[in-house]
């Protein structure tokens, strides 16, 4: 449904309400989408996109001219700022006659309690740390928590959090308290993304007994659909999902074989993501990967022998010069030695230290500088000209992960 109408102070309104949100233009310089449930999700202020996880940070996102894209995050007056904005918007347009649906999700937007969500939040979540960013807006159910392995130097998103994989029982109350979290608002979410840092280290049965959970809860797509009919499916289904994605480690992926990842993909696991980071085998043991790249070789063969869709995952400027050429050469070579098609992706994602992981103390003690954005910029480029693969359609598409993106 698209409404247009001219509001008193001249400015055009547009509001669109479609199966997954409802989406406000107040003019040409702002913009709200409200999930089902009337909760905020995003906005668009004078040039400046704003983004809201369900844990209540809001991300600010702009750009001068064609300069570098800014980023920030909201403080608590800025929000309280926006929410009261939106407020003011909303009970102007509630008092206009509309259809019962679109007046419904107006007064629901209007009576939105965030503090209380982003309450209800912590109690439903442990903090859903990084997604791909395909999956940005997957809906996230939590089978394990943390990282198996914690011992890459480069990462402290799961550094304080001790691994645990969910019995079946956790698993299913958890899956229920998501659900009765999000309510209405689930809809905007049609993929599932099995969490957290590695998933499908999960040993097989146990593995298979949780994502039963995830078929009792909801109706995933059938497999291989053309895109002509995902679409007519997705409208036949309104609360059904394309199938559950995850990360995967190359140790992991070891314990695995190819009838396991063909038992996986027939119970609707669509894409693995893998975590290559560079294709130089003495980089990988510098940053303590717990796997080679010839194991993540190798694996990304055995998702491809069971029919997944893969996304790889590079990362830039990581290892300074000392390691420079080796990244580029080595991680262009193993990429072009994956069977990657049109349906895959492989991401450049900029290295960006984080001052809890023990990186950064490492690398001062080895003599390597900090990370520059020229030299990631450069190895991306490198690599992606060093890929011997062929290009979209046939070949994987290439695209940036920015890390600084990710609100959830």
């Known amino acids: ?70 980023r920030r995050w909201l403080d608590e007056t800025e929000k309280q700022a926006l929410v009261d904005e939106l407020r003011a918007d909303l009970a102007r347009l509630a008092a206009e006659p509309w259809p019962e649906d679109v007046a419904a999700l107006l007064q ?104 039963a959970e995830v078929e009792k809860a909801f109706t995933l797509m059938p497999a291989g659909l053309p895109p002509e009919r995902r679409r007519a499916w997705l409208q036949a289904h309104p609360d059904g999902v394309t199938g559950w994605y995850a990360f995967i480690d190359g140790l992991s992926a070891e314990r695995k074989t190819v009838a396991d990842f063909i038992a996986l993909r027939a119970r609707g696991l669509r894409r693995v993501y893998i975590g290559l980071e560079s294709g130089h085998e003495p980089l990988l043991a510098w940053l303590r990967k717990p796997a080679t790249a010839a194991a993540m070789l190798e694996a990304v063969h055995h998702f491809k022998a069971a029919g997944l869709h893969v996304g790889v995952i590079v990362l830039t400027g990581i290892g300074g010069r000392r390691f420079d050429a080796g990244h580029r050469h080595d991680t262009a070579a193993v990429l072009s030695a994956m069977p990657l098609d049109g349906d895959d992706l492989i991401y450049f994602s900029p290295f960006q230290p984080d001052p809890d992981a023990p990186y950064e103390a490492l690398a001062a003690a080895a003599g390597i500088e900090p990370p520059d954005p020229a030299l990631a910029a450069a190895q991306e480029e490198a690599i992606r000209r060093g890929i011997t693969l062929p290009p979209p359609p046939r070949g994987p598409r290439r695209a940036p992960y920015n890390l600084r993106d990710f609100v959830y």
């Not at 055009?12 to 999700?41: C, F, M, P």
């Not at 969910?166 to 109350?173: D, I, P, R, V």
């Not at 659900?179 to 999960?202: H, T, Y």
């Open 108 to 211: 629901a937007g209007l009576a939105f309690d965030y503090p209380a969500d982003a309450e209800r939040f912590h109690a439903v979540y442990r903090p859903v740390a990084i997604l791909p960013p395909d999956q940005y807006q997957a809906l996230v159910l939590q089978a394990t928590e943390g990282c198996a392995f914690n011992t890459c130097t480069f990462c402290a998103l799961y550094r304080h959090i001790r691994f645990h994989i969910k019995s079946t029982a956790e698993f299913a109350h958890h899956i229920r308290a998501v659900k009765a979290f999000l309510g209405p608002g689930i809809r905007l979410r049609r993929s599932i993304f099995l969490a957290d840092a590695n998933a499908l280290v999960i040993p097989q049965e146990r593995l298979l007994a949780l994502v």
């Open 1 to 70: 449904m698209q409404l247009d109408r001219l509001l008193p102070d001249g400015r055009r309104l547009h509001l669109r309400l479609s199966h997954e949100a409802l989406t406000i233009a107040l003019g040409a310089d702002r913009v709200y989408t409200l999930d089902h449930s009337g909760r905020l999700v995003g906005a668009f202020r004078a040039g400046c996109h704003l983004r809201r996880g369900l844990d209540g940070r809001v991300l600010a996102r702009w750009r001068h001219g064609r300069g570098p894209r800014q």
